[in-house]
Every structure is written in C-alpha cells, then in structure tokens.
C-alpha cells in the first residue's frame, strides 16, 4: 500500500471539503480546512517526501473565473514538482495534453468520458489517443443507491447508469494506467471508510487503484490494508494534520509499504 497525496483546489485555494456538498451554484462547497500555503507549497513538501503519484483536483467548472484560478495554483504545484503529481477536473481529450506538458504525470477523467449516463467510448478512444494509456487514470468516485454503487460525475453530483463490478472495471482497464476512486458519501467526513468498497475493489484490482474517503483515524489505514489485502492506495485528506486533522504526516508515511 502507498500512500497518495492530494491537493484539492476550489476558488482558487488549496482546501478541504465534504465530498457530496460541492455546488456549481455560487461555487459552494462545505468547508474542513482553507490553506493559508499555495498548492506549490504542498508540492514541495511531497517533493521532499519523495512520495510520487499524488493528485491534484480542480474543484470548479472548467470555464469558469474560479477554474482558471484553480488552473493558476495547480501551475505552480507542477513547477514545483513536475512528473510527481497527476491532475484531474475538466480535463478532455482536447487539452489532455496540455496539462502533461504543464508537468504533470497523468490526467484523472471522469466527467468527459460520460454522456448521457452511460460510457463514451469515442470519446475515451480520443483521450486514449490523445495521451496513451500510461498518462491515464479515469476517476470512478461513486456514491451508493440502492445498495449498489454508482460511478458520479460533474464534481460528484450526478448518478451515471454505470455501477462499480467486475465487468466495469475490466472494461475501463483496458483504457487506463490507474483508477482513482472517491467514495463520495464518505468523503471529507473522517470517522470510517467504506468497507463494502474497499473490499469489492480488491477483487477486481488488476491495476493500481487508489481509494479515498472517509480515513480518519490509523485503525481506518490497517482496515484498508487488511480489507484491501495490500492491493489498494489510499488518499488521506480531512484527517491529515496538513490539513487541519489529527493524523500525522511522517507516521502515516511510516504505515506505508
């Protein structure tokens, strides 16, 4: 198991939210923690970590001010340390490459690669060949209706038709280097991960996932490597001492493979 960091950025700060709270209106979101430090300051320490394959996630609606602000701060990051972050938000097969030339290790897609529920497999075709495989991870973050899981969209606020399976996964490997993959409804929460997930993830792991949401102590880290069984990466963000929680950077390096 590695540890994977991020670097979550909305109206331009590098923050913390609660992943299901996030609105295009009035580009609300509820808030854990606003950084006083600049997304390159966050580079530079995983720099100097010498932890790679963090993420950086532009929280806003491409298009708008607060994305080229979000755009601005995540510049720096990749100045500060190219080839160690991958990036994600708004990101297409039209300016996939730009953000690789900008520094960063891969693109995380989610929202593009979906229209009207279901797969766009033209348009996952053209972000495939607009970058390749290895410079790919497609964000499956989901929410859970019904008892199944659903792949979300649009910074999480829409239910595609597609559910986390067996079959979903080994569709979508094909596509991708990496899944990065947010359980929403637990997300920014800190008190319990989704266990059911966790599980079910390292069934079908065959490529390198990375599980986020809802980390908030190191018991929650020993249950994702136990129930992960050591196939799975984990993000920790809310419950991070660098972002305002109890769980102390260097320690939670140390529990790392």
């Known amino acids: 198991m590695r540890f994977r960091p991020c670097i979550d950025i909305h109206n331009g700060k590098v923050k913390q939210i609660v992943g299901g709270s996030l609105l295009d209106e009035g580009n609300q979101a509820k808030e ?7 997304a390159a300051f966050y580079a530079r320490l995983y720099k100097e970590s010498n932890i790679k394959g963090g993420h950086i996630i532009l929280l806003n609606k491409a298009g708008t001010p607060y994305y080229e602000e979000d755009v601005a701060q995540a510049k720096g990051a990749l100045d500060e340390y190219p ?7 708004g990101i297409t097969a039209a300016n996939a490459k730009e953000f690789l030339d900008m520094g960063a290790s891969h693109v995380i897609v989610t929202s593009y690669v979906f229209r009207d529920g279901m797969v766009d497999y033209e348009r996952l075709d053209a972000l495939y060949n607009a970058v390749g495989k290895e410079h790919l991870v497609l964000d499956l973050s989901c929410r859970k209706k ?9 910074r999480w606020q829409n239910f595609t038709k597609e559910i986390i399976c067996e079959e979903t996964i080994h569709k979508l490997q094909q596509y ?3 899944f990065l993959i947010h359980a929403v409804d637990v997300e920014g929460k800190a008190n319990g991960v989704e266990k059911e997930l966790v599980s079910m993830l390292s069934q079908y792991a065959t490529i390198p996932i990375t599980y986020a949401g809802g980390v908030g102590s190191y018991e929650d880290i020993e249950v994702i490597r136990t129930l992960g069984k050591d ?5 920790i963000g809310s419950a991070l001492d660098l972002f305002g929680g109890n769980l102390n950077y260097d320690k939670v390096i140390s529990m790392m493979d």
Do not use: P, R
């Open 32 to 38: 854990n923690f606003v950084a006083t430090q600049d």
């Open 83 to 89: 080839g160690g972050l991958q990036i994600g938000g």
């Open 146 to 154: 019904d008892g199944v899981y659903y792949i979300v969209t649009d």
């Open 176 to 178: 991708a280097d990496e």
């Open 231 to 235: 196939k799975l990466d984990v993000t």
